[in-house]
């Protein structure tokens, strides 16, 4: 399943950014972009660990909500430089 079907652009693309730190060519599966959150609240995601527990993924949810925040912030389209156009 796509990862867009619970996460918005910006969430799904800055953890992405941050977690491999190059932009996605693909969107990433929901299985795949939930070990990238966990990993963001400290999983390890080693070979013979288990799989993250709910700590780890809410506090990589916490961090990830602030990447999502930055994300369309920078992301978006700069204002004009004045208020009233002309």
């Known amino acids: 399943m796509p ?3 619970v996460f918005t652009e910006a969430e799904w693309r800055a953890v992405y950014q941050i ?7 693909a969107t990433p599966s ?11 609240g ?3 995601n080693r070979k013979h660990d288990g799989p ?3 700590q780890t993924i809410w506090i990589g949810l916490q961090r ?3 990447f999502a925040l930055a994300w369309s912030v ?3 389209p700069s204002a004009p430089p004045n ?3 002309r």
Do not use: N, Q, S
């Open 30 to 40: 929901l299985g795949d972009l939930l070990v990238m959150i966990a990993e963001l």
């Open 83 to 85: 208020c009233v156009e």
């Open 42 to 44: 400290g999983y390890l």
């Open 74 to 76: 920078f992301t978006a």
């Open 19 to 25: 977690v491999k730190r190059r932009p996605a060519t």
């Open 52 to 54: 993250p527990g709910p």
């Open 3 to 5: 990862c867009e079907t």
């Open 64 to 66: 990830a909500r602030d």
